[in-house]
T-cell receptor
Framework: DTGVSQDPRHKITKRGQNVTFRCDPI?????LYWYRQTLGQGPEFLTY????????KSRLLSDRFSAERPKGSFSTLEIQRTEQGDSAMYLC???????????FGPGTRLLVL | SQELEQSPQSLIVQEGKNLTINCTSS?????LYWYKQKYGEGLIFLMM?????EEKSHEKITAKLDEKKQQSSLHITASQPSHAGIYLC????????????FGKGTSLLVTP
């Protein structure tokens, strides 16, 4: 029974570079979520997918951020022209459906220098 | 503004002692989730509470939901070093079916 996996676990980049993170949800889950967590704070919702459709985006998700979930399987989150304020833990979660428990992956910790 | 307030912010207890963490919502709760997070890692699901008065237990951890007070509590009995970590409460306060709001977390350290 595999849980949610994320890759890479850690990423260090220079300001202005683009980065891409990958999330593999639990296989039978059709909902996939992205959250961002900064130090000392709880996770904040960014966006979610039902199958391959991106249904909601938080206003936290600026136009430098883009997420995809081709074929309703894994998802990628790309940040273009990274800024130091993007430094955070990016968490992915998945669930069977609405109001079902969201199971989280180990996260990708991003540091922008 | 923080819509889910957790207290205390941090806690240091001696091994074997009991402790309680509280989560108070400024809005009606449509389900309350408790997660545990080890430092620098992802969230581990503990329990979900949906109905007022509901109480669930797993091993030495018990969670309760007081719908009228819009509050939930997490109680750990006979704490162990393995209980150390950050405890987060999350809730779907807008009844969206997808976006969870989280508190800032309660950091727990259990000393020998």
């Amino acid at each position: 029974d595999t849980g949610v996996s994320q890759d890479p676990r850690h990423k260090i980049t220079k300001r202005g570079q683009n980065v891409t993170f990958r999330c593999d949800p639990i296989s039978e889950h059709n909902r996939l979520y992205w959250y961002r967590q900064t130090l000392g704070q709880g996770p904040e919702f960014l966006t979610y997918f039902q199958n391959e459709a991106q249904l909601e985006k938080s206003r936290l998700l600026s136009d430098r951020f883009s997420a995809e979930r081709p074929k309703g399987s894994f998802s990628t989150l790309e940040i273009q022209r990274t800024e130091q304020g993007d430094s955070a833990m990016y968490l992915c979660a998945s669930s069977y459906g609405p109001w079902e428990t969201q199971y989280f992956g180990p996260g990708t910790r991003l540091l922008v220098l | 503004s923080q819509e889910l307030e957790q207290s205390p912010q941090s806690l240091i207890v001696q091994e074997g002692k009991n402790l309680t963490i509280n989560c108070t919502s400024s809005k009606t709760l449509y389900g309350l989730y408790w997660y545990k997070q080890k430092y620098g890692e992802g969230l581990i699901f503990l329990m979900m509470l949906q109905k007022g008065g509901e109480e669930k237990s797993h091993e030495k951890i018990t969670a309760k939901l007081d719908e009228k007070k819009q509050q939930s509590s997490l109680h750990i009995t006979a704490s162990q070093p393995s209980h150390a970590g950050i405890y987060l409460c999350g809730a779907d306060q807008k009844r969206s079916g997808y976006a969870l709001n989280f508190g800032k977390g309660t950091s727990l350290l259990v000393t020998p």
